[in-house]
């Protein structure tokens, strides 16, 4: 899948006669849409998906085949995303869980000896089985800014067709951070779109009279908690409150007073659906 301005990658890939190059130029910058126009051109059993500034390891492929052939529950895994970081290594805490608050946590850099039982995983190397995702419809499309959410929506909705997710460290792609095109990656954007797609994320899985979904509308004050600056803990908190805000308004404009349904039905979903 490419959204490069040029053909320079479609030379690359022509060296590998197993590869198949996508040209989605006209969606550059959507993330989720370039995910399910790859989809369409995949008929294989798993599908898998990593970032544009990810480079899987050699067993990569393997490792995640073996497991989804030893666990027929599961409906994908989630792999180790190695950023360098290796306190990352043995960070306590859970892995790939929401909490009761709403809190989306991470630490997919942590290494494990067992497979371990997860609430999502991440996008930058996440695997599922093509015909669940063919039955949910594909990705949603309509998370806002850098799609923050995206990956975790998917994650929960498979789980909430009954199967499993598993997270399983020996799979492994290193992540170099690509730069952006403009600011850094945790600036002031990723906090506002981090409170508006995650509050809209909780709403969809879990409801508005949920725990989660309150959580998510108090997540502002977190941030005085943060090992900041005061300067810094006030501007965060302020574009996280202004993503609350927005978050809401999203909640409202893309599905009403009700929850969306599971399985999406859009055309995009339709021409998923024909393609299998």
């Known amino acids: 899948m490419d959204q490069s301005p040029d053909d320079s990658s479609r030379e690359v890939v022509a060296d590998f006669p197993f590869a198949r190059w996508v040209d ?6 959507r993330m989720t849409t370039s995910r399910n126009v790859g989809l369409r051109h995949v008929s294989a059993d798993v599908v898998s998906f990593i970032d544009d500034d990810s480079l899987p390891e050699p067993a990569w492929a393997l490792t995640l085949l073996d497991i989804l052939d030893e666990n027929g529950d599961l409906g994908g895994v989630g792999g180790r995303v190695d950023n360098g970081n290796y306190e990352e290594l043995t960070a306590p805490g859970p892995i790939g ?3 009761g608050r709403g809190k989306v946590v991470g630490n997919f850099g942590s290494l494990q000896s067992v497979l371990v039982s997860v609430d999502h995983v991440v996008g930058a190397n996440m695997s599922f089985r093509r015909e669940l995702l063919v039955q949910l419809g594909g990705f949603r499309e309509d998370y806002p800014g850098t799609a923050m959410g995206e990956d975790t929506d998917i994650g929960l909705r498979v789980r909430a067709l009954g199967h499993d997710l598993g997270y399983a460290s020996d799979a492994v792609v290193k992540h170099v951070s690509a730069p952006h095109v403009t600011g850094t990656r ?12 995650y509050l809209l994320l909780v709403r969809r899985a879990f409801g508005a009279r949920s725990g989660q979904f309150r959580g998510r509308l108090c997540a502002f004050t977190e941030e005085f908690r943060s090992p900041r600056s005061l300067k810094g803990r006030i501007f965060r908190s302020m574009c996280t409150a202004a993503g609350t805000i927005y978050g809401l308004w999203l909640c409202l404009r893309l599905d009403g007073l009700r929850r969306p349904d599971l399985v999406l039905d859009d055309q995009r979903a339709q021409a998923l659906k024909l393609c299998s």
């Open 24 to 29: 989605n130029r006209v969606n550059a910058g």
């Open 97 to 99: 869980v929401v909490t």
């Open 186 to 197: 945790f600036d002031g954007r990723y906090s506002f779109y981090a409170a508006a797609n």
